[in-house]
């Protein structure tokens, strides 16, 4: 015969164990974080195209100001680097 596996919200924190330390501490916050996980993935709506299309541009737009920030610094770091070690 097979049991049937407790429902979380059955594993909910009591009240009456609210002096064990990890219930406080431990139990209690994973608890609440789940509880709050579940309620935004059901808020949560799948973006549409036109919204898609947008996050995208964004985000290669980032990727590439981020590159030439990194290409350029690395560019000036060159001449700098050898001017240093010359010197030595």
Known sequence: KTRALP???DMAPNKDESDDVF???VWGPAF???KDSKML???CSKP???EFTKI??????GFLVM???GFFVKLMFI???NIIVSNL
């Open 56 to 61: 995208a541009m964004a985000t290669g737009l």
């Open 23 to 25: 219930t406080q501490h």
């Open 32 to 34: 609440q974080f789940y």
């Open 7 to 9: 429902r979380v919200k």
């Open 41 to 43: 993935v059901r808020r």
């Open 48 to 50: 549409d195209k036109n």
């Open 79 to 81: 001449p700098i680097n």
């Open 67 to 69: 590159g030439f920030i």
